[in-house]
């Protein structure tokens, strides 16, 4: 039977992170010489949630944790570490808006999240009009602004870590579900939709399907619940040059929009819906909703929608991110719950999993923002 040392499950960014940096190393000299493989189970990668995000790079989202791996993701971003044909991040900005009555919150949120990124601050209403005249004033009083924000290239970041890592021997198996785990003789026996093989660790980068996976090599689940967001895009008048990405946060209102190129928006009802696992589609009537909301925002006269779509964001119950070893099955490593961050966060939560195997320190970008292996792996 083919042996590996380490077994990726998920295709997704999350998968593709962690395949990444096992294959390439952590040390500059990018030597790791491990045998890993990665397992897909549709016919393509990055077919769920990775294909259906906003694309959005922003440090202060998610919790402090996620905040702090976005932050250590950011030289990832802006330096590859490999060649690459277009940068993966463009200028965007992201501002939150909100009415007068959120002006304490949003100040203390504001100072809050300088502490972690200094740019982060808090805006009157003639500072939000100045960044995106369209929006309604009474809705718009108060901001927390990172113009640091960016626009994030997720299929060219996908692809990077893929070529990368196969450059350096990277095995990938897609069309391949993992149906069974059976821990002996300290190595993993893998069962999947399409053959057998063995592997010492078995990192689950499953998404939506992280407790089931789980529950395959009997490691106990941590509370995972996938939530469907719906997006679509849709044309306006207005010339959206320098917008930033505007979101809503503002109970019952929530919403976002982005501006994308040829005047489009790329729109959100900003929603949570608890769901199961499987192939998210959109509701005709979140995007009614949204549009209604987001026409009540500003002054954009939406109509009409391009394209839809939706994607699960999967939260742990406390919200924040799951890396670590399981406390009980041995070879086991938890790579789940990035909920809305699993773009921004991947390049950090790879070097996570390559330094628990490899049985190093967090890298030093990760220590020096408070990061610990406690913060970021099963909790209670
Ligand atoms: C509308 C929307 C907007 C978003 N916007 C942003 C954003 O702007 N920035 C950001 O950072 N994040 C954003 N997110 C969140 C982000 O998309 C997710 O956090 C991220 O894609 C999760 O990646 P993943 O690899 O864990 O999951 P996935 O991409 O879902 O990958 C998991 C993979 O595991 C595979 N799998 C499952 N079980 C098995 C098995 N038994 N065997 C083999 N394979 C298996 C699945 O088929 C799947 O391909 C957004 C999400 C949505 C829905």
């Given at each position: 039977m083919k042996r590996f040392d380490v077994a990726v499950i998920g295709g997704g960014i999350a998968g593709a992170s962690a395949a990444f940096w096992l294959s390439v190393g952590l040390s500059a000299d990018r030597s790791a010489d491990r045998r890993v493989v990665l397992f897909e189970?549709?016919?393509?990668?990055?077919?769920?949630s990775t294909s259906r995000s906003a694309a959005v790079y922003l440090e202060n989202y998610g919790g402090p944790t996620n905040h702090r791996l976005s932050t250590a993701s950011r030289g990832f971003f802006e330096n590859p570490p490999g060649a690459v044909d277009a940068p993966f991040l463009e200028p965007l900005g992201f501002l939150d808006v909100g009415p007068e009555s959120s002006a304490d919150e949003f100040a203390a949120r504001a100072a809050e999240a300088a502490k972690v990124t200094s740019s982060i601050c808090f805006l009157d209403a003639s500072q939000i009009a100045e960044l995106?005249?369209?929006?309604?004033p009474e809705h718009a009083v108060v901001g927390v602004w990172e113009p640091d924000a960016m626009a994030v290239d997720v299929m060219a970041v996908h692809q990077f870590y893929v070529r990368e890592a196969r450059a350096r021997g990277l095995q990938i198996e897609r069309s391949s579900r993992v149906e069974s785990l059976d821990r002996r003789d300290d190595r993993w026996k893998i069962t999947t939709s399409s053959g057998e093989l063995e592997a010492s660790v078995v990192v689950n980068?499953?998404?939506?399907w992280g407790d089931h996976v789980a529950s395959l090599a009997r490691a106990a689940p941590v509370g995972l619940t996938p939530r469907r967001r719906t997006a679509f895009t849709t044309r306006t008048h207005h010339d959206t040059t320098g917008w930033p990405f505007v979101h809503s946060g503002v109970v019952g209102a929530e919403c976002y929009f982005k501006p994308e190129a040829g005047q489009q928006l790329l729109c959100s009802l900003a929603d949570e819906t608890a769901t199961t696992p499987g192939d998210a589609r959109p509701e005709e009537l979140d995007i009614a909703l949204a549009i209604d909301r987001l026409n009540a925002l500003a002054d954009l006269n939406i109509r009409s929608v391009a394209t839809t779509w939706a994607g699960h964001r999967t939260f742990a119950p406390d919200r924040q991110p799951v890396i670590g070893w399981d406390d009980e099955a041995d070879g086991f490593v938890w790579m789940v719950g990035?909920?809305?961050a699993g773009i921004v966060t991947s390049p950090a939560s790879g070097m996570v999993v390559a330094s628990l195997i490899g049985g190093e320190e967090l890298p030093d970008p990760l220590k020096n923002l408070g990061l610990t292996t406690e913060m970021l792996g099963r909790r209670g």
């Open positions: 189970q549709e016919s393509e990668l990055a077919f769920h995106c005249p369209a929006l309604r980068a499953s998404g939506a990035q909920g809305g």
